[in-house]
């Protein structure tokens, strides 16, 4: 979606739509879709396939313009390695640096931490602070 696009009507006048207006664009495509073009040409006019134009199609079907907006990514979850959690970890690191990763996560759990043996060697490859093997 680069160039301006613009909804015609019956009177022969168009509508603009903005490249940036991803919202208002699909949305226009939708509507040129179902009603004026046909679906073959505003997915080519809009530069949508023909998959994506029917996902859009059943977004709007179930919720309307305001699901057809794009999401935030990434996860909703909250972190579960926060700052003070890998500043325990570091610290119990240096503090008995011949702790296994279980009695780490075990002594985390002691102090009320919920973090998983695998989020201790997470943040234990991430800083380095892997034994070295005694030759």
Do not use: H, W
Not at 65 to 78: N, P, S, V, Y
Not at 91 to 99: Q, S, T, V, Y
Not at 113 to 134: A, H
Request: proline share 3%.
């Amino acid at each position: 979606m680069e160039d301006i696009f613009f909804i015609k009507g019956l009177k022969g006048k168009g509508f603009p739509v903005g490249p940036n207006d991803k919202l208002a664009a699909k949305m226009a495509m939708l509507i040129e879709g179902q009603c004026t073009i046909g679906v073959a040409g505003a997915i080519k006019k809009y530069g949508y396939t023909e998959q994506r134009y029917y996902q859009l199609l059943k977004l709007y079907n179930k919720g309307g313009a305001e699901a057809l907006a794009d999401k935030k990514r990434g996860t909703d979850k909250k972190k579960v390695r926060t700052k003070d959690v890998e500043n325990q970890i570091i610290r119990m690191r240096f503090l008995d640096p011949i702790a296994s990763t279980d009695v780490l996560t075990q002594k985390l759990s002691q102090l009320g931490y919920n973090v998983s043996k695998r989020s201790v060697e997470r943040t234990i490859t991430e800083y380095g602070l892997q034994k070295k093997p005694i030759r």
